[in-house]
C-alpha cells in the first residue's frame, strides 16, 4: 500500500566541479518515479554553485 504525500527537497550548492576546458555549466534535475521532474538554472562557468533552491514534489 503506497500513501501519498510531499517530498521538500532544497538544493543548496556543489562543490569544486571539473573545469574541463572552460565548459563547467551545472545544473540540477529531480526525477521522482519517472515523472515528476524540475531542475535548477544553469550556473554558467561556475565550479563552485550555489543554488539555494526549493522543489516540491
Known amino acids: 500500500m ?3 504525500g510531499i517530498l521538500a527537497v532544497t538544493v543548496v550548492e556543489a562543490k569544486n566541479l571539473s573545469e574541463e576546458i572552460d565548459l563547467c555549466n ?12 524540475q531542475a535548477t ?11 539555494d533552491t526549493k522543489f516540491t514534489l
Do not use: C, E, M, R
Open 26 to 37: 551545472p545544473w540540477v534535475q529531480l526525477i521522482l518515479d519517472n515523472h515528476n521532474y
Open 2 to 4: 503506497s500513501k501519498a
Open 41 to 51: 538554472k544553469t550556473k554558467n562557468g561556475d565550479s563552485n554553485p550555489k543554488f
